[in-house]
């Protein structure tokens, strides 16, 4: 079982910054892959983000690359998410999640149903 806790959303205005923090309970944080994912009112949860158990190999949507990024620190059991350049389009709700890694070479995945473990959740709004 994990446990995930979000914090660091807010409110920011356009352009500027927020880094999410994820903390995780359990001894075997450092063999799960990660992701980050967005709901914002009315629409479908969506992913932002996802990084493997080891690091190695990272995702990201194309709505926020080169303005987001994901890293972890295994021994924290930390994961985080700095967000740059803020937009109004990405106010929504984020959420960390988790999955087993697998011994594969293949990225993290994209999918949301794929993802065993859920935060409760942190705000971001951005205005414009």
């Known amino acids: 079982q994990v446990q995930l806790v979000e914090s660091g959303g807010g409110l920011v205005q356009a352009g500027g910054s927020l880094r999410l923090s994820c903390v995780a309970s359990?001894?075997?944080?450092?063999?799960?892959?990660m992701g980050w994912f967005r709901q914002a009112p009315g629409k479908e949860r969506e992913f932002v983000a996802a990084i493997r158990w080891s690091g190695s190999s990272i995702e990201y949507a194309d709505s926020v690359k080169g303005r987001f990024t994901i890293s972890r620190d295994n021994i924290e059991n930390t994961v985080y998410l700095q967000m740059l350049s803020l937009k109004p389009e990405d106010t929504a709700a984020y959420y960390c999640s988790a999955r087993p890694g697998s011994g594969s070479w293949s990225p993290p995945s994209k999918d949301q149903y794929e993802y065993n473990y859920w935060g409760q959740g942190t705000q971001v709004t951005v205005s414009s």
């Open positions: 359990g001894r075997t944080f450092n063999s799960y892959d």
